[in-house]
């Protein structure tokens, strides 16, 4: 059952106005007693607010809401272009925001949408978003790239463990043995996927990985800069980075310290962005196509607003490894 403003007033024996006051932020009598009294029954109870009445949310809107954590990435900026080009051929407008995957901004960026009337929403899910909240809201939601299990939403997302695997088993194959793992933010579903696939690789090959293999980065090109030198330090002779735009920190470094690809040390990718072809040393990388999975999920949310009772779907996307130049068999020492 849905907790209400009337559900929290009864819980701490005060009036639906003083609730509906305190949680609306608006100027009140109430003591600093009675205001943490309805501040922490709203939480104990999961209380989410209702962003839109039900009158509104049965008025069609010819607009998409769209939230991903940035657009300076270029995997996201291709997402949002799929799901941009899907909705003009459709008639709809799209609304878009960017969170910096922090879960605290979902809630205004939520509040704003719902008050657009949007007819749905695409939703790449920060790693703590609040599902109460997000169940509360009147229109399709559409996972995008990230699958919150917590969610009973439909969702298209890319196989990120299998390339994890393509990738190092690539470097496996040419010969390499120590390959560090520059990982994302270790608390996000994709990143975690995509290292389980560079640990199965080691173990389907018969091989121990690295006890030192694996180092954090978060997915921008300055966490690959500085990487580098923890990279050569531990004396790793090839790099699976998890993105692209991580792997291009690297390469920058590795021209700074002379250090040649591949002649000293071997690079994979992961995006397949428009760049990693037009690199100096083209990049090996895994290809998944945002604009792809963007078009997708917003063909999705289209057949959720024709049929609000449609089984949700999960739509997976497979892997391709591009090999290019950024990759050779280990120098011989």
């Known amino acids: 059952m849905r907790t209400t403003l009337k559900t929290i007033a009864d819980h701490v024996g005060l009036s639906v106005a003083s609730v509906s006051l305190v949680l609306n932020n608006k100027p009140n009598k109430l003591s600093p007693e009675s205001r943490q009294k309805i501040l922490a029954a709203a939480e ?18 010819k607009t998409l809401g769209l939230i991903v954590p940035e657009v300076s990435n270029s995997f996201f900026a291709d997402l949002a272009q799929g799901v941009g080009h ?25 509040r704003l949408f719902a008050s657009r009337n949007i007819a749905a929403m695409l939703f790449v899910a920060s790693s703590n978003c609040n599902a109460s909240l997000l169940e509360s809201l009147p229109f399709p939601i559409i996972q995008v790239d990230r699958k919150n299990p917590a969610l009973n939403f ?13 990738a190092t088993r690539h470097l496996l194959e040419l010969g390499h043995r120590r390959i560090a793992c520059l990982t ?4 996000l579903t994709n990143t975690s996927l995509r290292l389980k696939g560079y640990l199965k690789a080691y173990k389907d090959m018969g091989f121990t990985p690295p006890s030192n293999g694996v180092i954090e980065g978060d997915y921008m090109s300055d966490s690959g800069f500085e990487a580098a030198d923890v990279i050569l330090e531990r004396g790793f002779t090839a790099v699976f980075s998890t993105n692209d ?29 428009v760049y990693s072809a037009l690199l100096d040393v083209p990049l090996t990388t895994i290809r998944q ?9 917003c063909k999705r949310a289209f057949e959720e607003i024709e049929d609000p009772k449609i089984m949700k ?18 120098a011989e020492k």
């Open 184 to 187: 994302g933010p270790k608390n």
């Open 154 to 166: 439909s969702a298209v997302i890319f196989n990120q463990k299998k390339g994890g695997y393509l």
């Open 245 to 273: 735009m991580m792997a291009y920190g690297i390469l920058k470094r590795f021209r700074q310290l002379k250090i040649r690809v591949p002649q000293d040390i071997s690079i994979v990718g992961f995006d397949d962005v």
């Open 289 to 297: 196509s945002g604009y792809n999975m963007g078009y997708e999920a």
């Open 86 to 110: 899907c909705a003009q051929e459709n008639g709809c407008q799209l609304l878009l925001s960017t969170t910096d995957g922090i879960a605290e901004n979902d809630t205004d960026i939520l």
């Open 313 to 330: 779907q999960t739509i997976q996307f497979e892997p391709e490894l591009i090999i290019r130049e950024s990759t050779a068999k280990p």
């Open 44 to 61: 104990e109870l999961h209380y989410a607010p209702q962003l839109v009445s039900p009158a509104m949310a049965k008025k069609y809107s």
